[in-house]
């Protein structure tokens, strides 16, 4: 018996990894006597501009030269997915919860042309002080590490959220939010 899927004809386009194109940041708290996921981390999701009614995927520290913030959309399509770069921190009462991300764009020494982004996230029990001085030590340490020769970093951004819950669990976090894809034909 013949394989359907192998004898049909897949010849037509070939696309690249898909970039993200458009974003918005958001931060949210949460606390819950109850449990984090389905408490603390559903209500600081709920609180970070309504973005509990998504799947939420989380993703590494990249950002394509494309990339752009925008305001957060009206309309999110309840269960859709929502692809992110995300800190949260989860905590229990009493004990501090910090997130934080910082992210700048790197920027072609001689050309001028834009390459893209680099971001960095903090999550842990720091004062917002000193996770932005963590953050700004980080986002350093990767320019530094691999593209200040070539590049140069420029209109850095950081984003922190920090509370102390009263409630049995707490959880902070701050997130860039992806919205839209291009998908670059090979």
């Not at 939420?56 to 957060?72: C, D, F, G, W």
């Not at 001028?112 to 932005?132: D, P, Q």
């Not at 070539?150 to 922190?160: A, F, G, H, P, V």
Request: include cysteine; charged fraction near 20%.
């Amino acid at each position: 018996m013949k394989n359907e899927i192998a004898s049909r004809d897949f010849s037509g386009y070939v696309f690249g990894n898909r970039l993200p194109k458009e974003y918005f940041v958001t931060k949210g708290k949460g606390e819950s006597d109850i449990t984090t996921h389905a408490g603390s981390y559903h209500l600081a999701l709920r609180d970070a501009d309504g973005i509990e009614a998504c799947n939420i995927i989380t993703y590494s520290s990249i950002l394509p030269a494309v990339a752009r913030e925008i305001k957060r959309p009206k309309i999110l399509t309840h269960g859709s997915v929502m692809e992110t770069i995300m800190a949260v921190c989860n905590t229990t009462s009493g004990e501090r919860a910090t997130a934080g991300i910082t992210y700048g764009w790197l920027y072609h020494k001689k050309t001028g042309e834009k390459y893209g982004g680099l971001v960095c996230e903090y999550n842990g029990n720091f004062s917002t002080i000193k996770a932005k001085e963590q953050l700004a030590l980080s986002l350093q340490e990767l320019y530094t590490n691999g593209y200040s020769d070539d590049y140069e970093l420029k209109n850095i951004k950081m984003i922190t959220n920090s509370f102390i819950p009263k409630k049995r669990f707490g959880t902070a976090l701050v997130a860039l939010c992806f919205v839209n894809y291009i998908y670059p034909v090979l």
